[in-house]
């Protein structure tokens, strides 16, 4: 590291570079959230299912994030855990409109740090606590995690979610 | 009710978790046990009904069996819709009916003579079995009772004799009331219904679809129906004409359509005399092919083979043209069976639900994998279900509704229990190559085996006579170590300890009689003695107590310093008789040089 990145980084002028992952079952909204956390004129307008992964790079306060945004779908799901070694911290949408699928998103749960319990907005959507229940999150001791309910459609509840995300990479 | 449900749901998961954790391969996504279904295998069905790609669960509900028949529509694990059924239903089937965009499917519920058809969940169509001739006898009668020629009592007892003929099956529905009826209730229902035109109607006993030109997944689809009146009839999916007309020589029970109707198909068919037919494109006539041992309670169709479940707690499988292939004999009853077809890997598999519980998956004749439920499983259904390709309905006897998710990581394998050769056997030993000095034996053996045989016999004789005296003259001269005089009873062992030139020889001596104890002998020793010198050339021996070992030593120190051994022997003898009771012969090793330090 030269000096000059040294000063840029003592007086936070350079950003420090994190590698996310985005995982979740398929439908649950990943794409949709990504979109979001990108800058206004950046966002796409229609959300196609993701096949394989895509990469997408946005700034947030002092962090630039470069977001693995991997494919939920079933044949892609055995992806996922090659790209968990790279990565600083994951982040995993759920459903949780979609009662059913609870217990397959338990199931494919690697160590994830950040939930969004997405489509908070769906008249059956479950709340985080339950959630938080049926996907045993409970019994997760020797992590730090966090949930929170979103709506990527309006982008209600993605800020803070990242937020969190942010302070803990930062500390 | 959604909440009490789910807290049951999630005690019911943790205590299965706990007790197959990583085992089971399947995911408990829902658990409802008081979702009060009443229905079969062939009532159920799994469909894209508003072509979103979230697959719903269809369920023609049989109510409580007289009254309240519902169609049910269950979206995740949510009562999604639900609409009254006029009368039992029998098959409901999800089909394809034109070629609009979105594609959504039509739902058709067979119910007594008619199907009702759904479209976009709403009531779309009756289709109404076409009318059967009516018994000239039979129409006859009713005719003059209409015109009060002859009276209701006498026309109930002609009506009897028609049905005694053995037409029974030929009468009009009317009729078979009409004798059902209470003497009193008579009068009324003949003066009520005779009015009417007589009608002749059959119901419906089985239906299958069948895609009509194209094979693809959402290809308009004919449907298939088996009659009681032992007809199949093959529908037109938009006019709702009939296509095909096929007759059975017995009433259908369970039915497999496979092909194309405009290509070419097939129709397998079980009926109710416990025979397998065929039905392909063209023919008016079922080929019967199988003929079972019991009767059919469940078939299904994989391939090239006809999977049949019987009363007798048997799978059986057929080859198409009705060759028997193999037969699993079960533990239980079989209630229901059906397809495991996973298409995204090619796995194709029978399930059966049997009276115990037990619902089993057999790939061939392979058990692939046994799930244990709490109550028999009368209806199951594998397919997509919500947004999960692999899911697993099972309707319980008491009317729960549970749902199964096959974890992506599952595999499937049966092992392979036919009894046959070892793979050992088809092992290619490596055989050496015949050598001359061989060839030159086998010649000679072959040349004068009789000579050779004799000279072996020769020879073996003449050991036997060897071994014979010598055990004789070894029992007269008391040589060997065990005595077998009855009044002397004696075992005798001997060892030697150290390198020389000093050795301690131990005598074991025991008394095997079981109850006669021995006494006044002594042990003595033969040696050469310029060899040898021993401490105690003589014991005395005192009472032997039966079965007690007794253990004597003495030193031998070895006296000559040429590096040579001989044997000791060693007596037991009986005081005042000269002829030893028993011998041993002691090989005395070789003694080291004394080390003077």
């Known amino acids: 590291m030269g000096i000059f990145d040294k000063l840029a980084n003592f007086l936070r002028l350079k950003k420090k570079e994190i590698n996310i992952l985005c995982i979740g079952l398929d439908n649950s909204g990943k794409t949709t959230i990504i979109n979001r956390l990108k800058p206004e004129k950046a966002q796409a307008q229609d959300i196609v299912p993701t096949v394989g992964f895509t990469v997408e790079k946005f700034m947030s306060q002092s962090l630039n994030f470069t977001v693995f945004d991997m494919s939920g779908q079933g044949r892609y799901r055995n992806l996922w855990e090659h790209y968990y070694k790279t990565a600083q911290a994951v982040i995993f949408v759920l459903d949780s409109s979609d009662r059913l699928r609870i217990v397959v998103a338990k199931e494919e749960r690697g160590l994830p740090v950040l939930f969004f319990a997405n489509k908070m907005d769906c008249k059956d959507s479950l709340s985080a606590v339950e959630c938080t229940k049926k996907m045993g999150l409970d019994t997760i001791r020797d992590k730090p995690w966090h949930i929170c309910a979103s709506n990527a459609l309006t982008g209600e509840g993605l800020p803070e979610g990242v937020a969190w995300l942010t302070g803990q990479l930062n500390s | ?597």
């Open chain 2, 1 to 597: 009710m959604s909440s009490r449900v789910d807290a049951s749901s999630d005690g019911e998961n943790q205590r299965d978790e706990e007790e197959s954790p990583e085992k089971s391969i399947w995911l408990n996504a829902h658990l409802d046990p008081m979702a009060c279904l009443y229905t079969f295998s062939t009532s159920i069905s799994l469909a894209d009904l508003n072509a979103d790609s979230d697959y719903k669960l269809l369920v023609a509900d049989l109510g409580t069996g007289t009254f309240d028949m519902k169609l049910k529509v269950f979206k995740g694990t949510s009562l999604y819709m639900e609409s009254a059924i006029i009368d039992l239903p029998i098959a409901l089937v999800s089909f394809y009916m034109d070629t609009n965009d979105p594609r959504t499917p039509a739902i058709a519920v067979a119910s007594g003579p008619f199907i009702y058809v759904y479209k976009n969940l709403r009531p779309y169509f009756k289709f109404t079995l076409p009318p059967l001739s009516v018994n000239a006898v039979e129409q006859d009668l009713w005719n003059q009772a209409k015109e009060d020629k002859i009276d209701v009592h006498v026309l109930i007892e002609m009506l009897e004799s028609l049905k005694n003929e053995g037409s029974e099956g030929m009468l009009s529905v009317r009729s078979l009331k009409l004798l059902s009826l209470q003497p009193e209730e008579v009068e009324s229902f003949a003066n009520v219904h005779k009015h009417t035109t007589l009608k002749r109607q059959t119901v419906i006993t089985c239906m299958g679809t069948m895609k009509k030109s194209v094979a693809d997944d959402d290809a308009v689809s004919c449907l298939v129906i088996g009659t009681e009146s032992k007809d199949v009839y093959v529908l037109d999916p938009e006019a709702f004409t009939v296509l095909a007309k096929m007759s059975l020589p017995s009433v259908p029970v369970f039915i497999s359509v496979n092909g194309l109707f405009d290509v070419e198909f097939r129709i397998v068919v079980a009926c109710r005399d416990g025979k397998v037919y065929t039905l392909k494109r063209g023919s008016k006539m079922a080929k019967a092919c199988i003929e079972l041992a019991a009767q059919a309670v469940g078939l299904e169709r994989t391939g090239k083979s006809i999977i049949v479940g019987c009363m007798d707690n048997t799978l059986q499988c057929y080859s198409t043209k009705g060759k028997k292939l193999w037969t699993v004999y079960l533990p239980s009853n079989i209630l229901t069976m059906s397809l495991m077809d996973h298409k995204a890997r090619g796995f194709k598999a029978v399930m059966v639900a049997l009276s115990n519980g037990e619902v089993r998956i057999y790939k061939e004749k392979y058990l692939v994998n046994t799930i244990k439920m709490s109550d028999a499983v009368t209806a199951l259904k594998f397919g997509r279900f919500g947004r999960e390709d692999s899911a697993l309905i099972l309707i319980t006897k008491g009317g729960g509704l549970f749902v199964k998710i096959l974890k992506r990581t599952a595999t499937f394998e049966g092992k392979d229990l036919t009894p046959g050769p070892p793979p050992a056997q088809s092992i290619k030993l490596n055989v050496p190559k015949k050598t001359k000095l061989f060839v030159d034996q086998t010649l000679r053996e072959r040349d004068s085996a009789s000579g050779m045989h004799r000279t072996f016999q020769h020879d073996l004789y003449l050991l036997r006579l060897m071994s014979a005296r010598s055990y004789v003259s070894a029992l007269q001269k008391s040589l060997n170590p065990i005595s077998s005089s009855a009044t002397e009873p004696l075992k005798l062992s001997a060892q030697v300890q150290g390198i020389g030139p000093a050795f301690k020889l131990t005598v074991n001596l025991q008394n095997i009689s079981s109850s006669v104890p021995s006494s006044k002998l002594l042990i003595t020793f033969q040696f050469d003695d310029s060899l040898y010198a021993l401490s105690k050339p003589c014991i005395f021996v005192p009472l032997l107590v039966p079965g007690l070992m007794y253990a004597y030593e003495t030193l031998v120190e070895c006296i000559s310093d040429k590096g040579i051994s001989d044997v000791i022997k060693v007596f037991v003898l009986h005081q005042g008789n000269s002829i030893p009771v028993i011998t041993a012969v002691i090989n005395m090793p070789v003694s080291e040089a004394l080390v003077i330090v």
